[in-house]
């Protein structure tokens, strides 16, 4: 059973590009989110996807958009990329369940995306 | 808004007990989690707490007190391999069931 997969694992960019980050959530798992941890610091959530539709943001710029596909898959678009942009993005898939009862393991989280931005 | 506080950095003899805590604000509670993570991987999924009490996964153990806004992570009969970051992570019913993270503890075991 696949778990969640994310490409590339590592990206070179430099100031002003912009860049797209790819998910394949585990199987059997219809939501979506994004977050970006910074080095020593926590993951912060950037936004949540289900039903193709952005549920939830956090506090990131207009910058940071995202899609869902009808296959569950995602994409993280960052654009006018920033030195401060430079970190892990984590994607995390989990499924709505039935009558809206939430697994109780919470997410599962891919390996990540290591992005540098020069 | 979420706080989640947990100290920094720790560190623990190979075969000895270390408890890590976390505390937390949040009005839409549902749910503490603790996350392993190695330098440069995802974070693992450990334990789930969203009654008070101890709940015990083998070598690891982490309890809840909601009244105080408190967790902590136990982790017994240390092996090297338990060096990482140890994340907290509070689920809120608020903002649409998300998780919010601490900054989490960077624990190292030592011989």
């Known amino acids: 059973d696949a778990g969640v997969t994310q490409s590339p694992t590592h990206l070179i960019k430099t100031r002003g590009q912009q860049v797209t980050l790819r998910c394949s959530p585990k199987?059997?798992?219809?939501?979506v989110s994004w977050y970006q941890q910074a080095l020593g610091q926590g993951p912060q959530f950037i936004f949540q996807y289900y039903e193709e539709e952005e549920r939830q943001r956090g506090n990131f710029p207009d910058r940071f958009s995202g899609h869902q596909f009808p296959n569950y898959s995602s994409e993280l678009n960052v654009n006018a990329l920033l030195l401060g942009d430079s970190a892990l993005y984590l994607c995390?898939?989990?499924?709505?369940?039935?009558?809206?009862?939430?697994?109780?393991?919470?997410?599962?989280f891919g390996s990540g995306t290591r992005l540098t931005v020069v | 808004g979420q706080n989640i506080d947990q100290p920094t950095e720790m560190t623990a003899t190979e075969g000895a007990i270390v408890q890590i805590n976390c505390t937390y604000q949040t009005s839409g509670f549902n749910g503490l989690f603790w996350y392993q993570q190695h330098a440069g991987e995802a974070p693992t999924f450990l334990s789930y707490n969203v009654l008070d009490g101890l709940e015990e996964k083998g070598r690891f153990s982490s309890f809840l007190s909601r009244s105080k806004g408190y967790s902590y992570l136990l982790l017994k009969e240390l092996q090297m391999k338990d060096s990482a970051s140890y994340l907290c992570a509070v689920r809120d019913l608020r903002t649409g069931n998300q998780f919010y993270f601490g900054t989490g503890t960077s624990l190292t075991v030592i011989p």
């Open positions: 199987s059997g798992h219809d939501t």
């Open positions: 995390a898939s989990s499924s709505s369940g039935t009558g809206g009862r939430l697994s109780n393991y919470g997410y599962t």
